[in-house]
């Protein structure tokens, strides 16, 4: 039940933009997206909820894609803060727990 | 807000012990806690899912004899991975959710358990 993330890893020079990318094989009521630093435990970003929600706070964004089973994670103008594993979770119809994506790393280049 | 502890930071025990994890939800009452396990480099393993004053629901593969869950109180779960093997050894993170129209979990700093 694992989703999968892609590209894997990714490395940005500041200012340039990133998607990330989350695809589920099952129906999807809600997708999180968290941002985890080496060896600390995963900070909340966002989460959408099914109904095609866009949502974004500063420069990340996110879309829901109920019917592709799909979210995309949206980086503009990257920071160097921004860099980090990101990690997506799925919540299915009925359940109240999350799957957690296979993770992508960020990394921002000064 | 919303804070979530766990105690302790890190552990190193010798194969054969037991370990105990606390989490806590300091400032609001948790409807659920959640248990994951993450292996370097890998993504989040849910290990099991408890409400207040019932039994935990375990994700397949995951003894449910050897990951002992307690949840004891809305703000208060414990994990105790009994007789710990080196292969046992990994980041142990919980999270605690309030249930909502949206179920966001709240993460605690995480727990780093070394078996010797």
């Known amino acids: 039940q694992q989703p999968v993330q892609s590209p894997q890893a990714v490395i940005l020079r500041e200012g340039e933009d990133a998607v990330i990318n989350c695809s589920s094989s099952?129906?999807?009521?809600?997708v999180h997206w968290y941002r985890q630093k080496h060896g600390e435990a995963p900070v909340f970003l966002m989460i959408?909820?099914?109904?095609?929600e866009q949502k974004g706070h500063e420069k990340i964004s996110a879309s829901f894609n109920e019917k592709k089973q799909q979210s995309s994670l949206y980086l503009t103008a990257s920071q160097l803060s921004y860099s980090g594993t990101y990690f997506c979770?799925?919540?299915?119809?009925?359940?109240?727990?999350?799957?957690f994506g296979t993770g992508t790393r960020l990394t921002v280049i000064p | 807000g919303a804070v979530v502890s766990q105690h302790p930071s890190w552990v190193i025990c010798k194969s054969g012990t037991s370990v105990k994890i606390e989490c806590r939800s300091l400032?609001?009452?948790?409807?659920?806690m959640f248990w994951y396990r993450q292996f370097p480099k890998q993504s989040l393993m849910l290990m099991a899912t408890?409400?207040?004053?019932?039994?935990?629901?375990?994700e397949q593969g995951v003894e449910k004899d050897k990951f002992l869950i307690n949840h004891a109180s809305l703000t208060l779960s414990t994990l105790t991975v009994t007789s710990a093997h080196p292969e046992d050894s990994s980041f142990y993170i919980c999270?605690?959710?309030?249930?909502?129209?949206?179920?966001?979990?709240?993460f605690g700093p995480g727990t780093r358990l070394t078996v010797l």
């Open positions: 999270s605690a959710s309030i249930r909502a129209t949206w179920n966001e979990q709240f």
């Open positions: 099952k129906a999807l009521y809600s």
């Open positions: 959408l909820l099914k109904g095609g």
């Open positions: 979770g799925t919540e299915l119809t009925g359940a109240n727990n999350l799957f």
């Open positions: 400032d609001f009452q948790a409807t659920t």
């Open positions: 408890s409400n207040e004053g019932s039994k935990a629901t375990y």
